[in-house]
């Protein structure tokens, strides 16, 4: 539980469980804690700020604890905060807590047992590949194990393929099976697989930053 008079950074919430872990925080926090409001927890660490500067490091940081979270055995689901969420103290995180409570039980259910994998096809040769023939390959080897998938984000010309999934905890060995056959098939192409991660691409929730000062 967090000290009620601290400034509290939030990281997501997950189903009410109690958590106290050692981790490197955002901005120099070294223990990760909870906060209750009936059924849901709010991650969160201290921090000296209700303005969180955003950096690369510290985005990077925020990724990097939901990620130890979403590994723990104790924990299902976690529906991740986008960075900068930030509160004077538990008793106005409860508050805002109070009035979302309907968005992260929809939430929840919509990611629930589910993790974000994430898949980078990048074509070296610059062209010589069959681009839509690799796509079709991922839609029949990882569509059917997923329980969504996002559009790809083709920012580059080498980009083959760039998209997220949603996947059950349970069929995860499945998946990084298959990954691993396209990545065998394709030996000509860069396969670069992330996660698991907090599923940030299938929930869209905010919560009232204007109540943070």
Known sequence: MSDDNSNLYVYGIIEQTDIEMEVDGVYGASTLGTVDYRSHSALTSTVDTTDPERTDEAVA??????????ERDDVETVVPMGFGMAFKNARTLKGVMRGAQRAFRKALNDVEGCVELGIKLVDPADGATDADELRGALEDELDPLSA?????????????????????????????EA????????????????GPWAP??????????EASN
């Open 61 to 70: 940081t925020h990724d990097d604890v939901l990620r130890a979270v979403v």
């Open 200 to 209: 940030y691409n299938f929930v869209d929730i905010h919560i009232g930053a």
């Open 148 to 176: 969504g998938q996002t559009e790809d984000d083709l920012f580059s010309d080498r980009l083959i393929a760039n998209r997220s999934y949603l996947v059950e905890q349970d069929q995860r060995d499945a998946f990084d």
């Open 179 to 194: 990954v691993e056959r396209v990545e065998t098939e394709n030996e000509d192409v860069l396969v670069k697989y992330t």
